[in-house]
């Protein structure tokens, strides 16, 4: 991706920011709200998949021998 493009990208992002004062709370509702809107006119998202747990399981012992 050529330079232009990426400083297009962040220029409207800041945009859309200062829009919200910068205000993550704002801004996050502000997509929630769109998000909804869209889904309602009858787009559709793919599914995340479930988040993967941070803690790492205990190794078992046995297995390990």
Do not use: V
Not at 9 to 28: T, V, Y
Not at 41 to 49: D, N, Q, R, S, T
């Amino acid at each position: 991706m050529a330079n232009y493009e990426l400083d297009e990208i962040r220029r409207i992002r800041r945009e859309i920011s200062a829009r919200f004062d910068h205000d993550a709370e704002k801004l996050g509702a502000y997509y929630r709200a769109l998000d909804e809107e869209f889904r309602k006119a009858g787009y559709k998202f793919a599914e995340l998949p479930p988040e993967k747990s941070e803690t790492p399981k205990p190794a078992d012992k046995e297995s390990a021998d």
